[in-house]
């Protein structure tokens, strides 16, 4: 079932620009993450953020959580071509089951 | 090894065909999963094992049987599908299976195609 949803679906960005997108669910969690799937590929795990945490950095990855507001947010810094892809939010819940959002689309312009 | 695999990259059956899909991981996972993913859609959950063991069956119809001879490998058996079963066919494995879930690693997936 789909907890997550994210906004925007879609973002066009030039090189070098920032690219936030944001998600929000439903239910209480025990973490949230973010994947990164290339077209027609595998999802790749980016990062993943506890429910105790509030912000979390991996390269140039910056993930926040608001519990209170049940929403997350990922911000992609100094976007590259290779950032190309979809980015999907995935909630961790006590029914050990990976609920996936919507999935916002980003396309990443030379 | 950080890697899943998975076979065939791409599969094209008929609706009287049998076939199977594979999944292999070397990393000592303990938890391994199924998910359907269609077109600009998220992954869907299939199945969950654990330890070898079906411990989620997401309602999924019987023409897809899953199978887990061993911790690294996990198959799926197909029969009788349906065109609308046509998706990308993702395979994924995580440490263990406990509440809220640690990150999973997917494998690339086969596409399939029910003509």
């Known amino acids: 079932s789909q907890q997550g949803e994210e906004d925007p679906q879609a973002l066009s960005i030039q090189e070098g620009e920032n690219a936030t997108m944001n998600c929000s669910y439903k239910?209480?969690?025990?973490?949230l993450q973010w994947y990164r799937q290339n077209s027609g590929r595998g999802l790749v795990h980016l990062i993943l953020?506890?429910?105790?945490?509030r912000e979390k950095h991996s390269g140039r990855l910056r993930v926040t959580l608001d519990t209170s507001k049940k929403s997350s947010s990922l911000l992609i810094t100094a976007s590259r071509a290779a950032d190309t892809a979809s980015y999907f939010c995935?909630?961790?819940?006590?029914?050990?089951?990976?609920?996936f959002g919507a999935g916002t689309t980003v396309t990443v312009r030379a | 090894d950080t890697e899943v695999t998975q076979t065939p990259k791409h599969l094209v059956m008929g609706m009287t065909n049998k076939k199977s899909l594979k999944c292999e991981q070397h990393?000592?996972?303990?938890?391994m999963y199924w998910y359907k993913q269609k077109a600009k859609k998220p992954p869907e959950l299939m199945f969950v094992?654990?330890?070898?063991?079906?411990?989620i069956n997401e309602s999924v119809p019987s023409r897809f049987s899953p199978e887990c001879p061993n911790s690294s490998l996990l198959n799926l058996h197909l029969h009788a599908l349906q065109p609308e079963d046509s998706a990308l066919y993702l395979c994924?494995?995580?440490?263990?299976?406990?509440?809220?879930?640690?990150?999973?690693?997917f494998g690339p997936g086969t596409r399939l195609t029910v003509t």
């Open positions: 994924a494995s995580s440490l263990n299976l406990q509440e809220g879930l640690d990150e999973q690693y």
């Open positions: 239910t209480s969690i025990n973490n």
């Open positions: 953020i506890r429910s105790n945490e």
């Open positions: 995935a909630t961790g819940t006590n029914d050990y089951k990976l609920s």
């Open positions: 990393m000592g996972h303990r938890a």
């Open positions: 094992y654990s330890y070898e063991k079906l411990s």
